[in-house]
């Protein structure tokens, strides 16, 4: 089998002070492909990493003082990713961030627009 990436590094865990790393098995012939975008989200900026295998989609979410990695999960339309008290949820050149702790997916708790 091979791995989605030899090691996901999640930099930025500020509180740690040290780096983690990751990995995901593969099926056989199947290739990792990572995009990275930037959102523009009010007076802040979300930075991800869209890292796509085959079935397996992730989200690596940089905000604030914050690393979320989020799974695809289903959704009626446009991309939805859910990571722990968090929902990224994107359609087009927009996104929503929820979080589930705050009101849940009633109202988006940060509506973005991707950053040229």
């Given amino acids: 089998m091979r791995c989605?990436?030899?090691a996901l590094t999640?930099?930025?865990?500020?509180?740690t002070a040290s780096a983690a790393s990751l990995e995901i098995p593969l099926p056989e012939g199947v290739e990792a492909?990572?995009?990275?975008a930037s959102y523009a989200?009010?007076?802040?900026?979300?930075?991800?990493s869209y890292i796509n295998a085959g079935d397996i989609s992730l989200a690596?979410?940089?905000?604030?003082?914050?690393?979320?990695?989020?799974?695809?999960?289903?959704?009626?339309s446009?991309?939805?990713?859910?990571?722990?008290q968090y929902i990224w949820w994107t359609k087009g050149d927009s996104a929503d961030l929820y979080d589930l702790m705050?009101?849940?997916?009633?109202?988006?708790?940060i509506s973005c627009r991707e950053a040229s």
Avoid: H, M, Q, W
Wanted: aromatic share 4%; net charge negative.
């Fill in 4 to 6: 989605l990436l030899t």
């Fill in 10 to 15: 999640l930099v930025g865990l500020a509180a």
């Fill in 33 to 36: 492909e990572t995009v990275e």
């Fill in 41 to 48: 989200c009010g007076d802040r900026t979300i930075n991800v």
């Fill in 60 to 76: 690596l979410l940089e905000f604030e003082d914050k690393t979320v990695v989020a799974s695809n999960v289903v959704s009626a």
């Fill in 78 to 84: 446009g991309a939805r990713y859910a990571g722990g």
């Fill in 102 to 109: 705050e009101g849940g997916e009633d109202a988006p708790a």
